[in-house]
């Protein structure tokens, strides 16, 4: 994964600027835990913010490799649109961007509220391992909104 975030950033980067700040850092959440890694490149001449964060979706980390292929499964095999699922949420100002994956995500429309989560699969993984992840990951959105709408209804 951290190969496919330097490919993703070494795109749009000057070359020999692409660092990896952080490296397979452990990550404690309510539900699960993640390993995450913070990579970094000086935008090449000619390049813009713009540019930048359309070069890095899909992401590769996320897709998975190789990407065109991945996103040719992707398409094969899930049954519904991502949406903002997988998509950036950040700022771009006059001179400076910060984004991250949104890797869990709820939408609410109509009163029903939609919630899409999943897990990196990879040759050795284990299924059934890998959907009680993506339960655990979903359930930390439910558990949430659960907690909302009792603080909502207090008044």
């Known amino acids: 994964l951290l190969d496919l ?3 993703d950033v070494g795109r749009v980067a000057e070359i020999g600027t692409v660092s990896v700040k952080e490296q397979f850092t452990v990550e404690r959440y ?3 835990m993640h390993i995450a890694s913070h990579v970094e490149g000086k935008l090449a001449p000619g390049k813009d913010v713009v540019e930048a964060l359309f070069s890095g979706f899909p992401a ?3 897709s998975g490799a190789p990407k ?3 996103m040719e ?3 094969e095999l899930e049954v519904s649109r991502r949406g903002v699922y997988a998509g950036a949420v950040g700022y771009i100002s006059a ?3 910060d984004t ?3 890797l869990r995500t709820a939408l609410v429309k109509d009163g029903t509220m939609y919630v899409q989560a999943g897990g990196g699969v990879v ?3 284990d299924p059934e391992f890998e959907w009680q992840e993506t339960m655990s990951k979903a359930r930390a959105l439910i558990r949430a909104a659960e907690e909302a709408i009792r603080f909502a209804a207090r008044g």
């Open 5 to 7: 975030g330097r490919n």
């Open 30 to 32: 309510s539900h699960v």
């Open 60 to 62: 590769g980390t996320v």
């Open 68 to 70: 065109v292929r991945a």
């Open 73 to 75: 499964i992707i398409d």
């Open 95 to 97: 001179n400076a961007m």
């Open 100 to 102: 991250c994956i949104a």
């Open 123 to 125: 040759a050795d993984s």
